[in-house]
């Protein structure tokens, strides 16, 4: 996996990839930074986690954090959107992600 994301890498300034429970890795400058995924007791419903994964991993690299910050910040959005149904966060993600010091 490490591999195909170093191959990803060379035609994109930053690569991100989700690995579900395993959490996430990007790579960057040929830096790879890797996270675990948030634990959650049950997977309620997936759909939309990875466009939330996107959007806070977005939201983190524009906020300016950390490589490692913006991958929790997606993990966490995706986390939240699979612990119910439904594609729509219920908790705000501004909230959650102050919650966890990843405000950025």
């Given at each position: 996996l490490g591999e195909a994301v170093r191959e990803i890498a060379k035609d994109a300034e930053v690569a991100a990839i989700t690995m579900g429970a395993d959490g996430a890795m990007a790579i960057h400058n040929g830096e790879v930074t890797s996270v675990p995924a948030f634990p959650i007791d049950k997977v309620v419903d997936a759909t939309g986690a990875g466009d939330l994964f996107a959007s806070g991993f977005l939201l983190g690299?524009?906020?300016?954090?950390?490589?490692e910050e913006a991958l929790k910040t997606g993990c966490l959005s995706a986390h939240e959107v699979i612990s119910h149904i439904g594609a729509r966060p219920q908790v705000a993600l501004n909230t959650l992600i102050s919650e966890h010091g990843l405000a950025g």
């Open positions: 690299l524009a906020r300016n954090q950390t490589m």
